[in-house]
Structures are given as structure tokens and as C-alpha cells.
Nanobody, 124 residues
Framework: QLQLVESGGALVQAGGSLRLSCAASGRTFANYDGAWFRQAPGEERAFVAGISWSGGTTTYADSVKGRFAISRDNAMNSVYLQMNSLKPEDTAVYYC?????????????????WGQGTQVTVSS
């Protein structure tokens, strides 16, 4: 069983930056694609960014392209989300997810493992 734990969420002013981390344990994380999703109150969980097991392929939601960057360090069993130029509409609980496979999927249903989430709040 793969366990995921997110950290790095905080309250930040619009225009600021945050770096979220996701630490994996229990299995070899290098065998899994990773992704970040977010969920705002009253909304469905939405794809933010994904990265293949090797780190060679990344995919982003249109709303975060050019502002967010996903990366991973398999030696550290971790995935990261660097968030720059944050906007109030980025406010949400951010979840780390992982799946076994070779393609980066944007649908939440494709992911088997989930963290507990970390709150990001962007004030205007």
C-alpha cells in the first residue's frame, strides 16, 4: 500500500508563492505517476498537474499553466508543486495522488492512492 502525505499549505497573499510537497511511503514511488488535484468548497475535485513516473512528462490544467510547476525526486520519494503568482481562485484543499501506469491521466477516478490534503488559501 502506498501512503501519501502532503505538506506546505498556508495562507498567502495574491501574487505570492508556495511550494507543496508530497511524501510517499510504503512502496517504491518511482513506479507510480503522480498528480496534484484541488477541491474548493462546493466544487468537484479538479486536476491541477501531473507527472509521469520518470518525470519526463508533465501535464497542467489550463488555469495554472505558466504559474505552477510539478516536479518529483524519486530518490526522496516525493512530488512537489511550485505555485507562483497565486490568485484568490487558487484557494482550495490540494491533494496529492498516485497511480501505477505509464500515462499521466487528468481524471481523479484514474488515481488509486490519495493523501489527506493540505489547505491553500490566497487572500486578495
Amino acid at each position: 500500500q502506498l501512503q501519501l502525505v502532503e505538506s506546505g499549505g498556508a495562507l498567502v497573499q495574491a501574487g505570492g508563492s508556495l511550494r507543496l510537497s508530497c511524501a510517499a511511503s510504503g512502496r517504491t514511488f518511482a513506479n507510480y505517476d503522480g498528480a496534484w488535484f484541488r477541491q474548493a468548497p462546493g466544487e468537484e475535485r479538479a486536476f491541477v498537474a501531473g507527472i509521469s513516473w520518470s518525470g519526463g512528462t508533465t501535464t497542467y490544467a489550463d488555469s495554472v499553466k505558466g504559474r505552477f510547476a510539478i516536479s518529483r525526486d524519486n530518490a526522496m520519494n516525493s512530488v512537489y508543486l511550485q505555485m507562483n503568482s497565486l490568485k484568490p481562485e487558487d484557494t482550495a484543499v490540494y491533494y496529492c495522488a498516485a497511480r501505477s501506469g505509464s500515462l499521466v491521466h487528468t481524471a481523479a477516478a484514474e488515481y488509486t492512492y490519495w493523501g489527506q490534503g493540505t489547505q491553500v488559501t490566497v487572500s486578495s
